[in-house]
């Protein structure tokens, strides 16, 4: 590439926490095919994971990603082979810091970690489906210990590419203290994800508005769209479900899912000129 020439503009549109629920299946499949959504990311333990299973199979242009849950959810192994992980409901710690730091200083709790990751790297494969990513609930693969792992095992089931939360500074707004602390471990991430040769996204838009993605959020971001390969996530969803995670109580599903088959939005995708893509096409 010349001094001075401009690097394509890929986009990829992504869809979180496939197979949480049915309303969240269904927006998924219908921003696909009716809108701008080119890819999603599949929970092995969600609740609605065949029904989604089952609409990705009918979907083949879906780039369909693995969302490691390590944190806010619920492991697919019994119990009993994760009591470090779980509490006495069962769940992960819906605390990411204590979480973190078990993960990082207690060993026993890191085997388990790891078995469990395999296992859901596992229940990925025998879907059938190919794995286009992988990324992590909460952006958890940030940490150290997770990353190190999910590189680890990947890497036995096929994983080419990899998530990168790095957020830019966008249209004047700058970031604040934690995400300049965060900015430091993404650094490092990139640097290991790199070593593996894997494929990543350059930016990506949707942390700072987590929730709140609707179309007059995703249409300065398209209009003012870097050079290079950006990813928008978001979390649509045709409605509400009973057994949503109080941290997102506040989320707009139905505006997100909106936003995704809005036909400005649209239209401003095509006027960009970034080409939609999924991670396989890095």
């Known amino acids: 590439m010349g001094t001075g020439e401009r690097r394509l503009k890929r986009l990829i549109v992504t869809g979180d926490d496939f197979g949480l629920s049915l309303p969240i299946n269904e927006a998924i499949e219908q921003a696909h095919t009716n809108g701008i959504l080119t890819t999603t990311c599949l929970m092995m333990s969600g609740a609605a994971v065949a029904d989604a299973v089952a609409r990705a199979r009918r979907l083949p242009e879906l780039g369909v990603g693995l969302h490691v849950v390590a944190v806010c959810g619920r492991p697919v192994l019994p119990i009993e082979e994760v009591s470090g992980l779980v509490g006495a409901d069962g769940r992960f710690d819906d605390n990411l810091i204590r979480a973190g730091f078990r993960y990082f200083f207690l060993p026993h709790v890191r085997q388990q970690l790891e078995a469990e ?166």
């Open 117 to 282: 990751i395999r296992a859901q790297f596992q229940a990925f494969r025998e879907t059938g489906l190919a794995l286009d990513h992988a990324n992590a609930h909460n952006h958890m693969h940030i940490h150290p210990t997770l990353l190190g792992t999910i590189l680890r095992i990947g890497r036995e089931f096929g994983l080419k590419a990899v998530r990168v939360p790095f957020e830019p500074d966008f249209q004047g707004r700058s970031r604040s203290l934690g995400a300049r602390f965060v900015a430091i471990w993404i650094d490092a991430m990139k640097r290991r994800v790199r070593k593996q040769g894997l494929r990543y996204n350059e930016y990506i838009f949707g942390l700072e508005n987590t929730g709140q993605m609707d179309r007059d959020h995703i249409l300065p971001i398209i209009k003012d769209l870097p050079d290079g390969v950006s990813e928008i996530f978001s979390h649509p969803a045709t409605g509400r479900w009973d057994g949503i995670d109080p941290a997102a109580s506040d989320y707009r599903f139905e505006a997100e899912f909106a936003a995704l088959i809005d036909e400005d939005v649209r239209v401003s995708v095509e006027a960009s000129g970034a080409q939609l893509i999924s991670y396989r096409d890095i």
